[in-house]
């Protein structure tokens, strides 16, 4: 009847439903598939996929070590620095404010968000056998149907592409080709056998493929294609990735390093909680390539001196409907506005939004629409199931997930969803509490730790992550064999995304989501949506019933552990007060006496020793005494090497100055002329010149001393050995004369 009105049946209108609970057994349960589903999989065959595309394996040459090394260098750095309390308080705050914006910008959590439980009675547990679903709701199903009209006029499409096309047939590099074969990709991708033709035409792209499909090398491929094609006149970055997490830019970064291996392109990661200092340098640099997200680049934008937009030629917006939301949109439009108009923009995600139109609109010019999958497609070979909630069972959801799925059936390689960082660090504990292998992501830690958690999770340290929605957006985890969520997320976009974190490239992977009342909604979007078997999951009550009583003993030890964590954190803020205080002392008493580097550089200081020497030489050729004393002092000064030279070569350019100057003066009318024939000849022969008579001396004498003394003529002793009459008419007697009178 449903399909008359072409409305898709939930569970519970669809009779042929089939609900297998699963047994006290461990063992592996059948997929309950809609029968209509069913059907209509037959028709639609695996369309997203080529048959004959082989995703290639890793083999061991993809390895994240060296590509992470950078990041590593990043964040210890920053560590060292919060570490020794280099900066000053005022810095410091303004970092942490930073970084806790950027982490709830990111994090997407929403404490308010929090699933309410409810406390009604158990007395409606009705069998569990029994899983239904009620009927459809019209509204949603109309909604939900909106996302699949026709894409907008100004869209040229693209989405069909050549199904054969290979690597080599795409016109790239041979170091691109050679990077590729390196990181074990045999064939293209279907988003990207559809995308890198058309990027490397220079076209605007708005580009949606489900999550997995390589979207990441769809859009880097042509990047370096074209900066290897077309390389840089000056040192400036021609290319801008934004991407919403700073996990998400660390992992584009790792693809656009592997990529670029076998060339000069050198690349440059900007996001939140990694070093400014070392991120400013290499900014500074004008590296071609950057990967940011929109705080951390607006920071910079704002404080790095000589670091701009206006040169960047390509411009792409990865996983654009999450920058959107509300706390990016400003930030997302300040920078398309610095970005140069002439630029290629190229606008990527799994999910598209009306938003994400609106900024097409505004952002793109004549853009190419290439819809490999259509809007909120989950991964190609991801099997979905869900668990249903009762009412009355609210308070159940940790002991199915703690019990029931997680000791026995997942045991490894899970990622669980939560909805709150709260949350998620509860569950943290309380699965450690049980003994299973566990770690957390989400924005209440650190970027280390959040770092170290996907590191462990990577390496197989650890069996299962909890995380936030800070981890549900195209991160790649290798292996993720199941996603559970707690809750349902917000939207269902948020849902393809989280379950987008297993069955990727090409790989099987299951969800296992938990659907209380107020969720049934999303459910049935999800399952119209759906395109493969969608399981309804059934646990033995008998079996939760047990968990629950563990987990209402292990309570006790859970408020321990969070106690203990908050007076360590206590104890680590009253430290963080006394060593900032400290360091204000410090900084007072210092400002009393500044050092010196406050006034003048290094280079300053260089310059002035410098001038200083000079001026010394320059004293020093205008008279024997002054030269001496130069010449004495200059033995005590110790110059570097540099100096030497340098003032070496400037002494004789002062002294070659000085003489021209000293040649261009008109000569001094000298008593005797300065060649005397007689002398030289003398000179020459050898011979000594006849001594200067005292009358000669004195005549000759041009000196200032001799001149004066002749102007005042004789002296008092002078005039008293020649019996001279004693001066007349002096202007100045002494006091005994005047007396006498
Ligand atoms: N041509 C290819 N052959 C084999 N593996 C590939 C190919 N292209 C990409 N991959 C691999 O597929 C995985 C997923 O790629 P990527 O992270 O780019 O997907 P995505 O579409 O961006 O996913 P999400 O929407 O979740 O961000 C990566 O591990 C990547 O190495």
């Known amino acids: 009847m449903l399909s008359d009105f072409d409305l898709i049946g939930t569970i519970e209108d669809d009779t042929d439903v089939h609900v297998e609970s699963e047994s006290g057994s461990d063992g592996e349960e059948q997929p309950i598939v809609l029968n209509k589903e069913r059907r209509a999989l037959k028709g639609r065959g695996n369309g997203v996929f080529s048959f004959d595309f082989e995703f290639g394996e890793s083999e061991g040459l993809y390895s994240e070590d060296w590509a992470m090394a950078s990041v590593m260098a990043q964040l210890k750095k920053r560590e060292k620095a919060h570490k020794e309390g280099k900066k000053s308080d005022a810095q410091v705050t303004k970092e942490e404010e930073d970084g806790e914006e950027d982490e709830d910008d990111e994090d997407g959590d929403n404490e308010d968000n929090g699933h309410k439980e409810e406390d009604g009675n158990e007395s409606d547990n009705g069998d569990d056998e029994e899983d239904e679903f009620s009927s459809g709701d019209e509204e949603v199903l109309k909604k939900a149907g909106k996302s699949n009209r026709n ?3 100004f869209f040229e499409d693209a989405s069909q592409y050549d199904e054969n096309l290979t690597f080599q047939d795409m016109n790239l590099s041979r170091p691109l080709l050679k990077a590729i074969t390196t990181m074990g990709f045999k064939q293209p991708t279907p988003i990207q056998k559809a995308c890198v033709p058309v990027g490397l035409l220079g076209k605007d792209i708005c580009a949606c493929a489900a999550t997995g499909t390589g979207k990441t090398a769809a859009f880097m491929l042509p990047v370096l294609e074209r900066l290897l094609y077309k390389p840089r006149e000056t040192q400036v970055t021609r290319v801008l990735v934004l991407v919403p997490t ?7 970064h790792s693809v656009a390093r592997h990529l670029s291996q076998f060339t000069n392109i050198t690349t440059c990661l900007a996001v939140g909680g990694l070093d400014l200092k070392s991120q400013e340098a290499a900014l500074r640099a004008g590296p071609d390539i950057l990967i940011a997200t929109p705080g951390r680049l607006i920071d910079h934008l704002h404080n790095t001196p000589s670091f701009e937009l206006s040169q960047i030629e390509v411009l792409i917006l990865d996983e ?4 959107l939301d509300e706390y990016f949109e400003e930030q997302m439009k300040e920078i398309i506005r610095l970005c140069s108009y002439q630029r290629q923009t190229m606008l990527f995600s799994a999910t598209m939004s009306e938003e994400v139109k609106d900024l097409a609109s505004v952002s793109l010019k004549q853009p190419v629409r290439i819809f490999v999958n259509s809007n909120t497609d989950v991964a190609p070979y991801l099997r979905q199931e869900f668990v249903r909630i009762r009412p009355a069972r609210e308070g159940d959801r940790e002991a199915i997930v703690a019990a029931a799925l997680l000791t026995r059936t997942f045991q490894d390689h899970v990622m669980l969803f939560t909805q709150t960082k709260k949350q998620a660090h509860r569950m943290h504990i309380l699965l450690g509490l049980i003994g299973l292998k566990v770690g957390e992501l989400h924005g209440n830690l650190s970027q280390t730790q959040r770092l170290e958690s996907l590191r462990r999770f990577k390496d197989e340290q650890i069996d299962i992550l909890v995380a936030t929605d800070v981890a ?9 064999k199941t996603v559970i969520n707690f809750t349902m997320p917000n939207t269902v976009k948020h849902y393809v995304h989280r379950v987008g974190r297993t069955a990727r490239a090409g790989k099987v992977g299951r969800s296992v989501s938990l659907v209380g009342e107020s969720e049934r909604k999303m459910l049935k979007e999800i399952v119209k949506k759906a395109k493969t078997p969608v399981k309804a999951r059934v646990l033995p009550q008998e079996v939760i019933l047990k968990f629950r009583d563990l987990i209402e003993k292990l309570e006790k030890d859970i408020y321990a552990v969070l106690r203990l964590e908050k007076e360590e954190k206590e104890m680590v803020r009253s430290e963080a007060q006394i060593n900032s205080a400290q360091k204000r002392l410090t900084q007072e008493a210092d400002e009393k006496q500044p050092a010196r580097t406050w006034f003048q550089s290094h280079d300053e200081r260089k310059k002035e020793r410098m001038s200083k020497a000079l001026q010394d030489f320059d004293l020093a050729l205008r ?3 002054k030269r001496a004393q130069f010449l004495k002092e200059g033995k ?3 110059l570097s090497a540099e100096e030497r030279a340098q003032f070496e070569m400037l002494k004789s350019q002062m002294y070659a100055e000085r003489v021209a100057k000293r040649d261009r003066k008109q000569k001094r009318a000298r008593a005797v002329p ?12 050898g011979g000594k010149p006849s001594k200067k008579s005292v009358f000669d001396k004195e005549l000759t004498n041009v000196s200032k001393k001799a001149l004066k003394q002749y102007r005042a003529g004789p002296s008092f002793e002078d005039r008293k050995r020649l019996g001279l009459a004693h001066k007349k008419g002096g202007r100045f ?5 005047f007396r006498r009178k």
């Open 733 to 737: 007697k002494s006091k005994a004369k």
């Open 472 to 480: 549900a957006r195209g991160l790649d985890i290798e292996g993720v």
């Open 246 to 252: 700073r996990e998400l830019g660390i992992q584009v």
């Open 636 to 638: 005590k000064k110790v």
């Open 320 to 323: 654009a409907d999450r920058m």
């Open 623 to 625: 008279g024997k005494k």
């Open 151 to 153: 894409p907008e006029a």
């Open 674 to 685: 300065e060649d005397d024939p007689k002398k030289t000849a003398l000179k020459q022969k």
